[in-house]
């Protein structure tokens, strides 16, 4: 009976810690549970931006070009509606890209390759081998790594 003394003593600062453990544990859960909601709504968010951009090329013919991979851009120079757009897809990569590294955001599957396909093509690759020297270095490797990814 004497070990069960300190706990008759104690009771309330006993049971004080357990409350305090408790109220630990519950906002550990919370906290994680509040993530993976923030985490879907920003992918959600990006998708948002994906499809706003994508829906420019649509709209305006001019920009079918873009995705053309037989452009000839020395029969055919860049036109600024050209490089305005890819600029676009390249500022959006460029969040994405940061929201991933962050984990603020789930990773889209098959993004490598789709930044590969993407900068593959010639006015894509221009515009990127054009602004790529004002981007942040870690982008430019992530892009550079996907163009160089098989």
């Known amino acids: ?88 897809v390249i500022q959006h990569l460029n969040v994405v890209f940061h929201t991933m590294r962050d984990e603020l955001t789930i990773s889209p599957e098959g993004l490598r390759r789709d930044v590969s396909e993407f900068f593959s093509l010639p006015i894509p690759a221009a515009v990127w081998n054009k602004f790529k020297v004002l981007q942040n270095d870690r982008f430019v490797k992530f892009v550079e790594d996907c163009r160089n990814w098989k």
């Open 1 to 88: 009976m004497d070990f069960l003394q300190p706990v008759i003593t104690n009771w309330f600062t006993i049971l004080s810690a357990l409350g305090i453990a408790g109220g630990l544990f519950f906002n550990g859960y919370a906290l994680r549970s509040d993530t993976k909601t923030r985490r879907v709504a920003n992918l959600l968010v990006l998708a948002e931006g994906h499809r706003d951009i994508w829906k420019e090329q649509l709209k305006y013919p001019d920009l079918a070009r873009v995705l053309d991979p037989a452009a000839n851009l020395t029969k055919e120079p860049l036109t600024l509606s050209e490089e305005i757009f890819v600029n676009l």
